[in-house]
């Protein structure tokens, strides 16, 4: 099993926790620097009741729990805090449900949880903007109603963090960027749920102080989106501009030609021809270079937890776009691989084994996910390997899912929930427990 490379930009509230509340002390610092420590995100065995005890023998069972199931030990560790709700562990235990669901793609879970755990840390920035982002995926009215009451504390909690004093144990420098990042992350996230809402007016101004604070290419094109909603055209090729020359070497193709499409949508709109686009372009590039060239350089940018599954747009090996959303209602299996990694490719050939068994089953469809950095390694490999199964870039869907190694699979029930998980390769076993998880996912209800 290969331990999966950490690309793309780190969180930033996981920045801010670890910064803001040292590991050694209380706080979402401490327990977001013991998730970085251990993959498998069950608690580790807290102190509390003598070894035999009825308490530490019941837990000692959940932490047996197959970390394959992640919807199986969100029930054991529910029902552990039913029969022990004063147990010392609570929060802990709480806090790896919130985890796990988070993981698991199940947003209920996670956001009943989530208000749970913010009862307890009501300045909690992970959990509140969490919350917001899994409020704001839904769409009926109580849920955006929290989704907006949650966003507003996040913006809250953000301004007042200008104003404290900077820890001690915290440089100087490091605290302006956490300022900084905290709250342009805030602002973006309450623009995305008023955009959603539609008051345009409102997601105007939060998206515009979000990139006033921390410029980046997903704030520009979201204020690009709001101003073609609002027939502002002018603004709309400024943002989309902004959003297209955007010095970031992170910045995917198939993202980049999104944003040219729109710009260029925008362009003909007012212009009826794309005439003058390009010295446009090439004016707002050395502009940006000159304006940025002073940030501090930092793999952080605003809303990269915030990303609903759902609105993933992987890409297809022949450029088209895969909408993840188009799944919903199929068991979908996924492979996550990579070219230079030895066990992806045996476990190819084994997954391509299983996508046969289940071809002709219209409600599962089965995806190899390709994480690697260099496509152009990809076409080749896939050609030569024989496979049949669809692949599709990946496009930072392992990151979002919380993939720490290669090879690692994943099923995700009809509601989109990730039901088994499993990481590394044991070729015996492989093929005869993928099936069963498969047929267990189609005969669930």
Not at 237 to 255: G, Q
Not at 267 to 294: F, H, M, N, P, W
Not at 356 to 371: D, G, H, K, S
């Amino acid at each position: 099993m290969f331990s999966a490379a950490r690309r793309g930009p780190a969180r930033t509230l996981l920045l801010y926790s670890i910064l803001v509340f040292p590991a050694t002390g209380s706080g979402p610092g401490r327990l977001a620097a013991e998730n970085e420590k251990k993959p498998t995100s069950q608690p580790a065995p807290a102190s509390g009741p003598a070894q035999g005890s009825e308490e530490s023998s019941a837990f000692a069972r959940v932490i047996a729990t197959p970390p394959t199931d992640p919807q199986a030990l969100i029930n054991s560790l529910e029902d552990f805090l039913a029969r022990f709700p004063e147990s010392p562990r609570r929060e802990q235990i709480l806090r790896t449900i919130f985890k796990q669901a988070l993981q698991a793609n199940d947003a209920r879970k996670a956001a009943a949880t989530g208000e749970t755990l913010l009862e307890l840390n009501r300045e909690d920035p992970d959990l509140l903007s969490a919350l917001t982002d899994l409020y704001d995926r839904q769409t009926d009215a109580a849920s955006r109603e929290k989704a907006l009451r949650y966003a507003t504390r996040f913006v809250a909690h953000a301004e007042k963090l200008t104003a404290q004093t900077r820890p001690a144990e915290i440089p100087a420098e490091k605290w302006t960027e956490v300022q900084t990042l905290v709250r342009a992350t805030a602002y973006f996230m309450r623009g995305k749920v008023y955009f959603k809402s539609g008051e345009s007016e409102r997601a105007a101004a939060d998206f515009q102080k979000s990139l006033a604070i921390y410029p980046t290419a997903e704030v520009a094109e979201r204020l690009g989106d709001v101003a073609m909603q609002r027939s502002e055209t002018d603004r709309a090729i400024d943002a989309y501009a902004t959003a297209f020359v955007f010095p970031d070497k992170r910045t995917d193709p198939a993202r980049q030609g999104q944003i040219r499409r729109k710009l260029g949508s925008a362009y003909i709109l007012k212009y009826q021809s794309e005439k003058g686009l390009g010295e446009l372009i090439l004016a707002r590039y050395d502009e940006l270079v000159t304006s940025l060239a002073a940030r501090v350089k930092t793999e952080t940018k605003p809303g990269a937890q915030s990303h609903d599954p759902d609105e993933f747009i992987l890409q297809r090996l022949e450029g088209s776009d895969l909408r993840l959303s188009e799944l919903r209602g199929k068991v979908v299996v996924m492979d996550f691989w990579a070219t230079w990694c030895g066990p992806c490719r045996l476990e190819g050939k084994l997954f391509e084994h299983v996508f046969e068994t289940f071809r002709q089953e219209p409600a599962v469809a089965f995806l190899a996910i390709n994480t690697d950095e260099d496509r152009s390694l990809v076409p080749n490999f896939v050609k030569e390997e024989k496979w049949t199964v669809p692949v599709a870039y990946g496009l930072g869907l392992d990151q979002l899912l919380g993939i720490r190694a290669l090879p690692t699979v994943l099923i995700l029930d009809r509601e989109g929930r990730v039901i088994f998980r499993q990481a590394g390769l044991d070729p015996g076993s492989f093929v005869p427990t993928l099936e069963e998880k498969v047929r267990e996912a189609l005969n669930k209800d």
